[in-house]
């Protein structure tokens, strides 16, 4: 069975800090992506990364960057966290091509 | 720009009351269509994916189907525990790797 993991299920951090999301997952997967999910928005794609040290820009990628170091890994970055980046924050994995994208339980992100 | 709706927005059933959630799409060329469903506060979960017009799949109580412009998840004889919000994407064959495009979802509720 495919496992991806969020390093926090809740989070609360003050506007302004710096925040970490990490997802692990222990496929061996070439893809993984960020989204976060808001009431009314859906499922929005931040940032995408197909191989170590390389990443791509989603649809909403202001605010943020990423960090693939590893295969397995691969952490979002808010570099100075607002209160409009309050979301639900779910990492995904693939094995790349037309293969399916699966989820990890997701972070609940609160900026206050 | 690709493009999915789902309709309705919400659906309420009473146990047994078998329906069908659609999905519109538009999409430069379609390399794959998926269903997710999704627990309150949890990770997508996948379901199914279609490849092509025609295409069916079947899992339990659901089956799923798919034509050119669109894909319907039939829920026969549903149960209190199919409630849940239903995700639908699409997977363009253009474009980087396994980028998905969401549809915003549509939230089942199941009364006993």
């Known amino acids: 069975d495919v496992k991806v993991t969020q390093s926090s299920r809740y989070l609360v951090k003050r506007t302004g800090e710096k925040v970490f999301l990490e997802c692990v997952q222990d496929m061996d997967h070439e893809n993984m992506f960020w989204y976060r999910q808001d009431p009314g928005l859906g499922l929005r794609l931040i940032y995408f990364s197909y191989d170590v040290k390389m990443k791509e820009k989603g649809d909403i990628p202001e605010g943020y960057s990423v960090s693939r170091e590893k295969k397995e890994r691969f952490s979002l970055i808010l570099e100075s966290a607002s209160t409009n980046q309050t979301s639900m924050y779910l990492c995904a994995s693939s094995a790349g091509g037309r293969e399916t994208q699966y989820f990890g339980p997701g972070t609940r992100l609160l900026v206050l | 720009e690709d493009q999915v709706t789902q309709s309705p927005e919400a659906l309420r059933l009473q146990e047994g009351e078998s329906s069908s959630l659609n999905c519109s799409y538009t999409?430069?060329?379609?390399?794959?269509l998926f269903w997710y469903r999704q627990d309150p506060g949890k990770g997508p979960e996948f379901l199914f994916t279609l490849y092509s017009a025609g295409e069916e799949k079947e899992k339990e109580r659901l089956k799923a189907t798919l034509t050119k412009k669109e894909s319907f998840l039939h829920i026969t004889a549903p149960k209190p525990e199919d409630s849940a919000t239903y995700l639908c994407a699409v997977q363009a064959r253009a474009g980087a790797n396994s980028k998905l495009t969401f549809g915003k979802g549509i939230t089942l509720s199941v009364r006993p």
């Open positions: 999409v430069s060329g379609l390399r794959g």
